[in-house]
Nanobody, 124 residues
């Protein structure tokens, strides 16, 4: 079965950096598209970044130029490098997988598989 396990969250001062990882198992990684999402105090899970089977990427406007999504297909691992972090980036971050690569990859409804999340806290 599909399993996604995030790591790398923590507390960091504003302007700092963190790198999140998502270890994927239980499926053929190269057949899926992947995304990072975050959820703050509200009910909505916001799409942050996504990467498709051909390693094309897309980003939310709020993180473009500061965050970078990448993956190592040999290690079945997804990454999110987060630089110039701001207090408003504070949230639980989740990785997600989908075979529906033709859908909006920054929309949570496009994904069927989710990790348990890792907390990122940015303090000023």
């Amino acid at each position: 079965q599909v399993q996604l396990v995030e790591s790398g969250g923590g507390s960091v001062q504003s302007g700092g950096s963190l790198r999140l990882s998502c270890a994927a198992s239980g499926y053929t990684y190269s057949r899926y598209c992947m995304g990072w999402f975050r959820q703050g105090p509200g009910p909505e899970r916001e799409g942050v970044a996504a990467i498709d089977r051909d390693s094309r990427t897309r980003y939310a406007d709020s993180v473009a130029g500061r965050f970078t999504i990448s993956h190592d297909k040999d290690k079945n691992t997804l990454y999110l490098q987060m630089n110039i972090l701001k207090p408003e980036d504070t949230a639980m971050y989740y990785c997600a997988a989908t075979e529906l690569c033709g859908w909006n990859l920054l929309h949570a409804g496009s994904y069927g598989y989710w990790g348990q999340g890792t907390q990122v806290t940015v303090y000023s």
